[in-house]
């Protein structure tokens, strides 16, 4: 076999109601299962039935999670009074009595509705109106309807959380109501709990936009998702913390102590101007919007940060740690990152395309592989910063300090470079395709005097 099949294995039909049995994998042929089963139970099992009492003789009939009974040597079942006595009302009614007194299951089927009836006392108790019969994979399929919405989705996927109410649903007397067309129906907000269903079957929380995570989150503790509620109680602080007012450093640190360094906090449109957040682990946090004007950002660790649109006009991010950051159109003129670090890591780029860097300071900084296309440094000081492969197509680099940098593989095309200082570049400088190129004096003054040279 391909795949490996278990099977939930069973003495008796008392023992299946009792829930008094062993999980075994069916071995390539009837008799390797028949030994396992005999090796789990402690018997010698001589063959294997349907809790019908249907004789199973190939294997591939077998299905994931089926319930199977074990006929033990020398037993009542191995004699042929395993399987339920069948007993039509309308022609042998005195059988029916007599059946009774079995010590087997009487499962009697009348002629007027052909239903199946169970005695009370070796009832299994179900959700579902059919007669009993192997119980249900894992893997089968359930419909759901909640709040007149319907869910279709498997037994695992409910079952992800063990102790959910959604995996409690299929447990043995667990009562559900069903609707017409047979989903069971659950009296909750549908828009809520589809986030709730697609963590249990991926086990990440995604909220589409719109989508309010408070009501998410009781949801969550409705259904006892409690891997969900962790995460969801984190969005929610950091939601109310972006529809704050200002706050300080102390307000910050609290709501930051109680969140998961791997996880994002959301500080869309926070107000932090003039706030002091030096030397704080502020990884994956979500700045998009915020005001962080003459906000203190030295000696921070912004892995993974995202500032988009961010105003942080005078920041001071000097010995930060600014890798795979995502900057795009950022407010930043007159920041000053002396000494940072904006390396590539892991193959992503730290992201300031199109932002406004205007006066900032890069002094010694490590900006390797860094994209700064279409941003406006003008003024800016970049002296002795290592821009190996730095993307700087379109950069207005007007009036730029770029001595002692290291421009190896550097993408300078398109740039604006009008009295831009090269002085002292370690590394070969390659421009193709430049615009208004018009360095600083001592520069141009060199390169006149190698044309000349060259011409002679």
């Known amino acids: 076999m391909s795949d490996a099949v278990r099977i939930n294995i069973f003495r008796s039909y008392e023992e299946v109601v009792k829930r008094n049995g062993k999980v075994i994998l069916v071995g390539p042929s009837l008799e390797d299962t028949l030994r396992e089963a005999g090796t789990k139970l402690r018997e010698k099992i001589v063959e294997l039935q349907t809790i019908r009492g249907a004789t199973i003789d190939e294997i591939s009939l077998l299905r994931d999670w089926d319930t199977v009974i074990a006929v033990v040597k020398d037993s009542p079942q191995s004699s042929g009074l395993s399987s339920p006595q069948l007993v039509d ?41 059919f007669p009993v019969s192997d119980a249900p994979s894992r893997h089968d399929w359930v419909r759901l309807n909640v709040g007149g919405r319907i869910f279709a989705t498997t037994r695992a996927t409910l079952s992800s959380d063990p102790t959910s109410m959604l995996a409690r649903m299929f447990e043995p007397g667990w009562s559900s109501v069903t609707d017409s067309s047979g989903a069971y129906l659950i009296d909750r907000s549908p828009e809520y709990f589809e986030p709730l269903l697609n963590f249990l079957r991926h086990s990440k929380l995604i909220l589409n936009e719109g989508i309010n995570p408070q009501g998410v989150l009781e949801e969550a503790k409705f259904f006892g998702i409690s891997k969900a509620i962790d995460p969801l109680e984190t969005i929610v602080r950091s939601e109310e913390l972006s529809l704050s007012g200002h706050f300080t450093r102390r307000e910050f640190l609290k709501v930051l102590s109680t969140t998961s360094s791997s996880a994002t906090l959301r500080c869309q449109g926070a107000h932090l101007e003039g706030v002091d957040l030096s030397n704080l682990d502020l990884r994956h946090i979500n700045f998009k919007c915020a005001n962080l004007r003459q906000c203190n950002l030295s000696g921070c660790d912004l892995s993974h940060c995202i500032f988009e649109r961010a105003d942080m006009y005078q920041a001071n991010l000097d010995g930060a740690i600014v890798q795979c950051v995502h900057m795009p159109r950022v407010n930043m003129e007159g920041a000053t990152f002396k000494g940072c670090t904006m390396d590539t890591m892991m193959g992503i780029h730290t992201n300031l395309e199109g932002a406004n860097l205007k006066g900032a300071m890069f002094d010694n900084s490590q900006m390797n592989g860094v994209n700064l296309r279409l941003a406006s440094l003008k003024g800016a000081s970049l002296r002795s910063c290592n821009l190996r492969y730095a993307i700087m197509a379109g950069t207005d680099l007007e009036n730029c300090d770029l001595t002692g940098c290291d421009l190896q593989h550097a993408n300078l095309r398109g740039s604006n470079l009008a009295g831009t200082v090269l002085d002292n570049i370690v590394a070969p400088l390659h421009m193709s395709q430049t615009v208004n190129v018009t360095v600083s004096s001592a520069h141009g003054q060199h390169s006149q005097d190698q044309s000349s040279d060259q011409s002679q």
């Open 89 to 129: 009302m309308a022609t042998a009614p005195d059988s029916a009595h007599a059946s009774s007194t079995s010590s087997t299951p009487d499962f009697t089927l009348r002629e007027k509705d052909r239903k199946w009836v169970e005695p009370a006392e070796f009832s299994l108790r179900r959700t579902s109106t």
